[in-house]
């Protein structure tokens, strides 16, 4: 069965940190990219930070120099370390991962999870 299993959600005070961790089947990790998104209440999911099967990053502006993605081929693994934590942080995060072919551009399903709170308090 394909899945994706997120943890290491939680709550913390801002300043704080946290990492997230997500598991995901063999057959969706190895040479799938792999991005952490969130969504917060009344907002649109968007991108926090992406990792390609090459180890390639990107993160979005909000994030970089803060959060640090990164993945262990070994156990399947993509994590989400979080540092400098903020009240904006605040949302339900998701790990996603999505194949890419040798054009950049994605083939097949778009694969989630189902998601991890993170709260962040003032």
């Known amino acids: 069965q394909v899945q994706l299993v997120e943890s290491g959600g939680g709550l913390v005070q801002a300043g704080g940190s946290l990492r997230l961790s997500c598991a995901a089947s063999r057959s969706i990790f190895r040479n799938n990219a792999m991005g952490w998104y969130r969504q917060a209440p009344g907002k649109q999911r968007e991108l926090v930070a992406a990792i390609t099967n090459g180890g390639n990053t990107n993160y979005a502006d909000s994030v970089k120099g803060r959060f640090t993605i990164s993945r262990d081929n070994a156990k399947n693994t993509v994590y989400l370390q979080m540092n400098s934590l903020k009240p904006e942080d605040t949302a339900v995060y998701y790990c996603?991962?999505?194949?890419?072919?040798?054009?950049?551009?994605?083939?097949?399903?778009?694969?989630w999870g189902q998601g991890t709170q993170v709260t962040v308090s003032s």
């Open positions: 996603n991962s999505k194949y890419y072919n040798n054009y950049g551009v994605p083939v097949g399903p778009n694969y």
